[in-house]
């Protein structure tokens, strides 16, 4: 079965970097569509960057342009997230997550298209 592992979180002082990892399994992980979403305490889930298969394409929500950067690598089954000059705001949950089908070509921000999430990790990031 599809199966979708975070690591990576922590806690960081504001101005700090992580790296987040999703370790992909049960799927062609090089066919899908990939998001990371965040949920802060009392918010509701956020998109926060989206990336196609072959990595040509990347997207963003306007407060993490410019400090976060998704990649995968199709070989490794690994998606990344790369968070650097993290603020308090940027403190979640952050999970990532697989488009519903295969070869999507555009960009996805609704969490109801996405079929497989992971558990995922802590971020807190402290002023």
């Known amino acids: 079965q599809v199966q979708l592992v975070e690591s990576g979180g922590g806690l960081v002082q504001a101005g700090g970097s992580l790296r987040l990892s999703c370790t992909a399994s049960g799927f062609t992980f090089k066919y899908y569509y990939m998001s ?3 949920r802060a305490p009392g918010k ?3 998109w926060v960057s ?3 298969t072959g990595s040509s394409s990347t997207t963003y929500v306007d407060s993490v342009k410019g400090r976060f950067t998704i990649s995968r690598d199709n070989a490794k089954n690994t998606l990344y997230l790369q968070m650097d000059s993290l603020k308090p705001e940027d403190t979640a949950v952050y999970y990532c997550a ?5 070869y999507y070509t555009d960009s996805s921000y609704d969490a109801k298209d996405y079929d497989s999430w992971g558990q995922g990790t802590q971020v807190t990031v402290s002023s």
Do not use: Q
């Open 50 to 52: 989206g990336i196609s």
């Open 36 to 38: 990371w979403f965040r």
């Open 44 to 46: 509701g889930l956020e």
């Open 98 to 102: 697989k488009y519903r089908t295969r």
